[in-house]
């Protein structure tokens, strides 16, 4: 399985973006997938995660409210609508899948399946 992330770029605070990551092959429609991010200096963090189906998300509390995930499984993709950004949000943004994460939705050690990463970069 191949996850290919983008829509990463260059935005002013209170600006929006969408990223995508599509995956190559079928049976990821029926896995939860996820983004995390990992800021210069820091650790990878958590921040919003989809079952199969879209009907259950998961967010961390830093993005609730701002950023909506959502997937179209016809097409295997998953996307982050990111809204309101903040310098803060400044990372690179790794999508990820896993059919069970049976470590937490949160832990990024319950995702086999990686992408390449994007540049978000937000300025003041």
């Known amino acids: 399985v191949q996850l290919q992330a983008s829509g990463g770029g260059l935005v002013q605070a209170g600006g929006s973006l969408r990223l995508s990551c599509a995956a190559s092959?079928?049976?990821?429609?029926?896995?939860?997938m996820g983004w995390f991010r990992q800021a210069p200096g820091k650790e990878r963090e958590f921040v919003a995660t989809i079952n199969w189906s879209g009907r259950s998300t998961f967010y961390a509390d830093s993005v609730k409210g701002r950023f909506i995930i959502s997937r179209d499984n016809a097409k295997i993709t998953v996307y982050l609508q990111m809204n309101n950004l903040k310098p803060e949000d400044t990372a690179v943004y790794y999508c990820?899948?896993?059919?069970?994460?049976?470590?937490?939705?949160?832990?990024?050690?319950?995702?086999?399946?990686w992408g390449q990463g994007t540049l978000v970069t937000v300025s003041s």
């Open positions: 092959e079928r049976t990821v429609s029926d896995y939860y």
């Open positions: 990820a899948a896993d059919r069970y994460i049976s470590g937490g939705y949160y832990n990024s050690r319950s995702y086999v399946y």
